[in-house]
């Protein structure tokens, strides 16, 4: 049986209080699919970049306002793309770096989102194309973007955005090459980079620290390989990794929790 690839345009909503889901009054005016959904200072979310379906690529932009429940229409993008990693910045504005293009390349573009006009505008080159990257913003308000996928094979290095000069500077590069990995900011000011892969599924962690630029590897390891996971970082300052892939493709359903302050991982206590 074949199967058939559906892109919807509905939205739902998720409240916490009940711990159920609800449709939006309306739907989008059109499909997205590996887009990204940013939460704005606003209190709209703006939802943008991915595709309809196919290889054609989503340039408009849509905003959720949950006060009316609705969408509205926002900019088109600049240069509409895909595996690309969105972070909002202090200022309130969206940054959008690299990715591929509705041509497939990989590039080096990046853009900005302001809400008070709804608009795209450029901004700075990185200096590596890149896609399956991370893009976390530290504490002193820069983005650092890494590792990821640069044609003809993976990349090892690292950048950081500055908002003030809408600028990318290279930094130092990862211990290990990694892609499809996550990176959270921590609350002294450094970033985990965790898991991935180098070709083969990792379960290293190490830690940016933005005061010299530079990657260490720390002496413990996940409890799991995992790829295509996800990152929360929690209140009290650590990170729950969850889900993601196995070495065999499997569907990973493990969960653990990274303690930087203690340099552990664990399990959460069964329930």
């Given at each position: 049986?074949?199967?058939?690839?559906v892109?919807?345009?509905?939205?739902?909503?998720?409240?916490?209080?009940s711990?159920?889901?609800?449709l939006?009054?309306?739907?989008?005016?059109?499909?997205?699919?590996?887009?990204?959904?940013?939460?704005?200072?606003?209190?709209?979310?703006?939802?943008?970049?991915?595709?309809?379906?196919?290889?054609?690529?989503?340039?408009?932009?849509?905003?959720?306002?949950?006060?009316?429940?609705?969408?509205?229409?926002?900019?088109?993008?600049?240069?509409?793309?895909?595996?690309?990693?969105?972070?909002?910045?202090?200022?309130?504005?969206?940054?959008?770096?690299?990715?591929?293009?509705?041509?497939?390349?990989?590039?080096?573009?990046?853009?900005?989102?302001?809400?008070?006009?709804?608009?795209?505008?450029?901004?700075?080159?990185?200096?590596?194309?890149?896609?399956?990257?991370?893009?976390?913003?530290?504490?002193?308000?820069?983005?650092?973007?890494?590792?990821?996928?640069?044609?003809p094979?993976?990349?090892?290095?690292a950048?950081?955005?500055?908002?003030?000069?809408?600028?990318?500077?290279?930094?130092?590069?990862?211990?290990?090459?990694?892609?499809?990995?996550?990176?959270?900011?921590?609350?002294?000011?450094?970033?985990?980079?965790?898991?991935?892969?180098?070709?083969?599924?990792?379960?290293?962690?190490?830690?940016?620290?933005?005061?010299?630029?530079?990657?260490?590897?720390?002496?413990?390891?996940?409890?799991?390989?995992?790829?295509?996971?996800?990152?929360?970082?929690?209140?009290?300052?650590r990170?729950?990794l969850?889900?993601?892939?196995?070495?065999?493709?499997?569907?990973?359903?493990?969960?653990?929790?990274?303690?930087?302050?203690?340099?552990?991982?664990?399990?959460?206590?069964?329930r």
């Amino acid at each position: 049986m074949q199967l058939k690839f559906v892109v919807f345009s509905k939205a739902e909503l998720y409240d916490p209080n009940s711990g159920t889901f609800s449709l939006t009054a309306n739907s989008m005016a059109t499909a997205y699919a590996g887009a990204a959904a940013i939460l704005l200072s606003t209190g709209q979310v703006l939802i943008a970049g991915g595709s309809p379906g196919g290889t054609t690529l989503n340039n408009l932009a849509a905003l959720y306002n949950p006060g009316t429940d609705s969408f509205t229409q926002a900019g088109a993008m600049v240069n509409p793309r895909q595996a690309f990693a969105a972070t909002l910045l202090q200022n309130g504005k969206v940054l959008f770096a690299v990715g591929v293009s509705s041509s497939g390349s990989i590039v080096a573009a990046a853009e900005i989102f302001e809400p008070s006009t709804e608009t795209f505008a450029t901004t700075g080159l990185l200096n590596i194309p890149r896609e399956l990257h991370t893009a976390s913003l530290l504490h002193n308000g820069q983005v650092l973007i890494v590792g990821g996928r640069s044609l003809p094979s993976l990349t090892a290095s690292a950048e950081l955005y500055d908002p003030a000069t809408g600028n990318f500077s290279l930094t130092g590069n990862l211990q290990e090459t990694r892609v499809d990995h996550t990176a959270t900011s921590l609350p002294n000011g450094t970033a985990a980079i965790a898991s991935g892969s180098d070709g083969q599924l990792l379960s290293s962690i190490e830690t940016y620290d933005p005061t010299h630029g530079t990657f260490s590897s720390q002496s413990v390891f996940m409890k799991a390989t995992r790829t295509g996971h996800a990152a929360t970082q929690l209140p009290d300052g650590r990170v729950l990794l969850t889900g993601g892939q196995d070495a065999h493709f499997n569907v990973n359903s493990s969960v653990e929790i990274y303690d930087p302050a203690a340099g552990t991982f664990r399990s959460p206590p069964a329930r």
